[in-house]
């Protein structure tokens, strides 16, 4: 691909991937579909569920154009291959072209369907009519959603792309296309999977993210997934009236220190071991007096004399737990970024050590 084909087409996958997927330069700039489009989509707050069938529908259309976008500036970049032209364009480009005007057009048409008859047959409608009376239809249900989305106690949560939204009667999950919708007392979780980050960007720090699985006793309500945080589980408890299942026994880590235990442990293994002394037995942890102790602290940061860590010359006495609990208890809680690299005092002599220094006794 010649040089300039080669730097469109880089620039405008970037472009087009950030505009899929926003990052929050995009955001901030104002290159979204919500920010282009706002003033056609209206108020979230006013009119939650209507915002958001306008919402998807505009997000498909303007996604479905991508391609379209992308054959126009090859037109301009590539002049040679005579795009412009369908005749002379080559085989492979028309074929391209044809691909890229019927994704705007099976869009379109999908967009026109859904909104004529008053919205009647977009999915989002048809679900939330099987929670209508009789005698009213899916506006009445759309107008009790719209009027607890706006209470300050509903529990939001997630990306924009991925929010999840609970609030007294509806649990709702919004994406990048759509708004799924379940009502409470029809719905059963289940946490079906965890995943552990050892470090977010926004924080700097380990974090575990739950897959809950939410179900409905209704068949004609399809089941989704929400995503969230293990440090908002509690929280979202808190506002859901029906109980979540662990199925998967997943270990649900609600705090920070939670978090940090796991990834000390795990940073800890990876240090060199200690070789106990063929003279020397293990006492119980003075922590605990549960376990045998199994850390020692040794100083493997940097040489004897440099830096800011310390020999200890203390016999083993304390467990990997209670170690890690100690080290997390002298840290300041309002920096967690700076855990995983600071130095505390030795519980016992008070000579200073980091994580590197702890040892796994074998």
Same mark, same amino acid.
């Given at each position: 691909m010649e040089s300039p084909a080669a730097a469109f087409t880089l620039a405008y996958v970037v472009l087009a991937v950030c505009f899929v997927f926003p990052p929050d330069e995009f955001r901030s700039a104002g290159l979204t579909v919500q920010s282009l489009l706002g003033g056609w989509l209206g108020s979230e707050d006013a009119a939650f569920v209507q915002y958001h069938l306008r919402r998807g529908t505009a997000t498909l259309l303007a996604h479905a154009l991508l391609p379209l976008g992308? @054959?126009?500036?090859? *037109?301009?970049?590539?002049?040679?291959?005579?795009? *412009?032209?369908?005749?002379?364009?080559?085989?492979?480009?028309?074929?391209?072209?044809?691909?890229?005007?019927?994704?705007?057009?099976?869009?379109?048409?999908?967009? @026109?369907?859904?909104? =004529?008859?008053?919205?009647?047959?977009? $999915?989002?409608?048809?679900?939330?009519?099987?929670?209508?009376?009789?005698?009213?239809?899916?506006?009445?249900?759309?107008?009790?959603?719209? %009027?607890?989305?706006? =209470?300050?106690?509903?529990?939001?949560?997630?990306? $924009?792309?991925?929010?999840?939204?609970?609030?007294?009667?509806?649990?709702?999950?919004?994406?990048? @296309?759509?708004?799924?919708?379940?009502?409470?007392?029809?719905?059963?979780?289940?946490?079906v999977d965890s995943r552990q980050h050892e470090l977010v960007p926004d924080s700097n720090m380990p974090a575990q993210f739950l897959t809950i699985r939410v179900g409905s006793i209704n068949p004609r309500v399809t089941p989704f997934n929400i995503r969230l945080n293990s440090t908002e589980y509690g929280e979202l408890r808190e506002k859901l009236h029906a109980p979540i299942r662990n199925a998967a026994n997943v270990v649900i880590h609600q705090s920070l220190s939670d978090l940090f235990l796991?990834?000390? %442990?795990?940073?800890?293994?990876?240090?060199?071991?200690?070789?106990?002394?063929?003279?020397?037995?293990?006492?119980? *942890?003075?922590?605990? !007096?549960?376990?045998?102790?199994?850390?020692?602290?040794?100083?493997? *940061?940097?040489? $004897?004399?440099?830096?800011?860590?310390?020999?200890? @010359?203390? =016999?083993?006495?304390?467990? !990997?737990?209670? !170690?890690?609990?100690?080290?997390?208890?002298?840290?300041?809680?309002?920096?967690?970024?700076?855990?995983?690299?600071?130095?505390?005092?030795? $519980?016992?002599? =008070?000579?200073k050590f980091c994580i590197l220094d702890v040892c796994v006794i074998r």
């Open positions: 992308y @054959y126009t500036g090859m *037109c301009f970049a590539t002049p040679e291959k005579q795009l *412009c032209s369908l005749y002379q364009a080559p085989d492979a480009w028309r074929v391209f072209f044809l691909l890229a005007v019927l994704a705007p057009a099976a869009a379109g048409l999908l967009a @026109y369907y859904w909104s =004529r008859n008053d919205w009647n047959d977009h $999915p989002l409608v048809r679900t939330i009519s099987f929670y209508a009376l009789p005698q009213s239809g899916w506006r009445a249900v759309a107008s009790s959603i719209n %009027t607890e989305f706006r =209470r300050i106690d509903k529990f939001a949560t997630g990306a $924009p792309g991925a929010r999840v939204i609970v609030t007294d009667t509806w649990i709702m999950k919004v994406t990048t @296309y759509s708004l799924r919708v379940a009502q409470q007392q029809d719905i059963d979780l289940t946490v796991e990834t000390f %442990t795990s940073l800890v293994e990876m240090n060199q071991p200690y070789a106990l002394p063929s003279n020397q037995e293990l006492e119980p *942890c003075i922590g605990c !007096m549960q376990t045998s102790a199994n850390v020692k602290l040794l100083k493997n *940061c940097q040489a $004897p004399g440099e830096g800011e860590c310390q020999q200890c @010359y203390c =016999r083993p006495m304390w467990c !990997m737990t209670c !170690m890690g609990k100690w080290f997390a208890s002298r840290q300041d809680q309002q920096h967690p970024e700076t855990w995983l690299s600071s130095h505390v005092p030795c $519980p016992t002599c =008070r000579a």
